[in-house]
């Protein structure tokens, strides 16, 4: 994904302040000639005992330019003249501790700031100034040195960090925090900017952890951020909640970096849906496109890939009861009848694998099973390390492997995430069956997107409890394949007399 810098892993370089458009040749060639005296002052030649490493920066410039920004924030916090509020920047100052900005994204640079104590330096003007903008600049600096492991470990270490996960860990201690998070803007408008605008998977977790502490305890908190910009707007088609499009450009960012991350925004996403202004603010991420939507369900095909064994999936399970959760809230919501779900044709496949994984968990610690009466499940199971030997008898697997394996898959069946997957899974389905045209049916199945053993387990999933959805699954089904119909209609038929008995 694109970020504002061409680099992957930095934070975005401070934006350029505005420039009147009458500016004449003139002063842009001072200007350029004035950039220039400047960088002589930071560059060293190679070699030189004043760079620092094989770098052409300037130890001695580096350090007196963190000198001037430590008076200058000490004299802002002392000075009882000094109205508090964001006190402007020198022009001067501003430009040399942008250019350390830039540098800190070199190892060297970055490895050099640590070792004079940048990272306290920094810290204490962070804490010390009321000036935003250099506030901005200090947090973009420690944002880039964190992308070097030691420098990294280094503010993991840092007590003020610790001590804002711990006490958010904390139901007694987290109650100030979660005051002051509701209360100070800049808390709110900060976290967006980090999650629109950071490539750090360390950083984003350590958000994501705060985000998703917060909102578990802290209903109130959740829902004012949450429809922060929009609380006035209730149509679908009013402009999207900053929260959501922020966790959305960090889903973005971290869906192919790292699963274990990935989590916890998902399980984020699945808080937001427990409230009605949750639902609706992940609804208007884009009007009737939906971006949140329609990255889930890229998310949801990437887990159930056909080649996969059905511990793959299952290994993922936490992700995918929060996303199944979060696609069956938004279908049910207000204004989720715009989800156009009638010609999702990997909708409708991948909620079907999922039964098929479902019904192998199921059925795995019984004896004597058939593996021929779970057609889709069988080809998967046959690609599996699961498939080195069989006994001849369909039975299953020899030795202690696979019987190991398949305790394993017993102790998931109960997992409480595969109770949320089959919930929300059926909930999902019901809703495709009940709006699933004709035209999607005929297309899906002659392009084998899916079978007619997969629509006779949607049958088998669906009644009686939604046999309204069953009843169209056929209507449509008549028109457009009416052999594959006829295969359903005895199994349908055969519970509806089940039921009735």
């Known amino acids: 994904m694109k970020r504002c810098s061409p680099f992957k892993l930095r934070n975005p370089s401070p934006p350029p302040n505005e420039s009147s458009d009458d500016d004449d040749d003139d002063d842009d060639d001072e200007e350029k000639k004035e950039e220039k005296e400047d960088n002589e002052k930071c560059d060293r030649k190679v070699g030189d005992p004043d760079a620092i490493g094989d770098t052409i920066y300037s130890k001695s410039w580096l350090l007196s330019v963190l000198s001037r920004v430590v008076e200058q924030a000490q004299v802002n916090s002392t000075n009882k003249d000094v109205v508090k509020t964001?006190?402007?920047?020198?022009?001067?100052?501003?430009?040399?501790?942008?250019?350390?900005?830039?540098?800190?994204?070199?190892?060297?640079?970055?490895?050099?700031?640590?070792?004079?104590?940048?990272?306290?330096?920094?810290?204490?003007?962070?804490e010390r100034s009321w000036c935003r903008r250099l506030t901005e600049i200090c947090v973009g600096i420690l944002g880039n040195m964190t992308c070097f492991l030691p420098c990294c470990l280094a503010l993991n270490n840092d007590?003020?960090?610790?001590?804002?996960?711990?006490?958010?860990?904390?139901?007694?201690?987290s109650s100030s925090w979660l005051a002051k998070m509701k209360t100070l803007d800049s808390v709110f408008d900060n976290i967006c900017f980090i999650l629109k605008s950071?490539?750090?998977?360390?950083?984003?977790?350590?958000?994501?952890?705060?985000?998703?502490?917060?909102?578990?305890?802290?209903?109130?908190?959740?829902?004012?951020?949450?429809?922060?910009?929009?609380?006035?707007?209730?149509?679908?088609?009013?402009?999207?909640?900053?929260?959501?499009?922020?966790?959305?450009e960090a889903i973005l960012?971290?869906?192919?970096?790292?699963?274990?991350?990935?989590?916890?925004?998902?399980?984020?996403?699945?808080?937001?849906?427990?409230?009605?202004?949750?639902?609706?603010?992940?609804?208007?991420?884009?009007?009737?496109?939906?971006?949140?939507?329609?990255?889930?369900?890229?998310?949801?095909?990437?887990?159930?890939?056909?080649a996969d064994p059905v511990a793959a999936l299952l290994e993922q399970r936490v992700s995918l009861a929060c996303i199944l959760s979060v696609l069956s809230t938004m279908l049910s919501s207000p204004g989720g009848h715009l989800i156009d779900v009638a010609n999702s044709h990997e909708l409708l496949r991948d909620i079907l694998t999922i039964f098929q994984y479902l019904a192998f968990v199921k059925w795995s610690g019984k004896p004597n099973v058939d593996w021929g009466t779970l057609p889709l499940t069988r080809e998967r199971y046959k690609r599996s390390t699961w498939s080195t030997e069989r006994d001849g008898s369909d039975n299953g697997m020899?030795?202690?492997?696979?019987?190991?394996?398949?305790?394993?898959?017993?102790?998931?069946?109960?997992?409480?995430?595969?109770?949320?997957?089959?919930?929300?899974?059926?909930?999902?389905?019901?809703?495709?069956?009940?709006?699933?045209?004709?035209?999607?049916?005929?297309?899906?199945?002659?392009?084998?997107?899916?079978?007619?053993?997969?629509?006779?387990?949607?049958?088998?999933?669906?009644?009686?409890?939604?046999?309204?959805?069953?009843?169209?699954?056929l209507s449509e089904l008549r028109k457009s394949c009416p052999a594959e119909a006829e295969l359903l209609l005895p199994k349908s038929q055969s519970l509806a007399h089940e039921d009735s008995e």
């Open 86 to 126: 964001d006190l402007p920047l020198d022009k001067e100052l501003e430009d040399d501790m942008c250019k350390i900005w830039d540098m800190s994204m070199d190892e060297v640079v970055a490895a050099f700031l640590q070792k004079v104590n940048g990272i306290d330096v920094l810290h204490g003007v962070i």
């Open 159 to 173: 007590e003020v960090f610790m001590l804002i996960l711990t006490c958010l860990s904390h139901n007694e201690a």
């Open 198 to 248: 950071s490539t750090n998977a360390d950083l984003l977790l350590k958000v994501g952890k705060v985000l998703d502490s917060a909102f578990d305890q802290d209903e109130e908190l959740m829902v004012k951020w949450v429809t922060k910009n929009s609380q006035d707007e209730k149509s679908i088609d009013n402009p999207p909640s900053t929260l959501a499009l922020a966790l959305l």
């Open 253 to 306: 960012q971290l869906r192919t970096e790292s699963p274990e991350i990935l989590e916890v925004y998902l399980h984020v996403l699945q808080l937001l849906t427990t409230t009605d202004e949750g639902s609706s603010a992940l609804l208007r991420t884009s009007g009737k496109e939906c971006q949140v939507w329609h990255l889930l369900l890229d998310i949801l095909t990437d887990l159930c890939h056909p």
């Open 398 to 473: 020899r030795g202690g492997k696979r019987e190991s394996e398949l305790h394993d898959l017993q102790l998931i069946g109960d997992d409480p995430h595969v109770a949320i997957i089959q919930e929300s899974a059926k909930d999902i389905l019901a809703t495709v069956c009940l709006h699933c045209s004709s035209a999607m049916l005929r297309d899906a199945i002659t392009r084998k997107i899916i079978s007619t053993a997969q629509l006779q387990n949607a049958v088998l999933e669906l009644f009686p409890s939604h046999s309204e959805s069953v009843h169209h699954l």
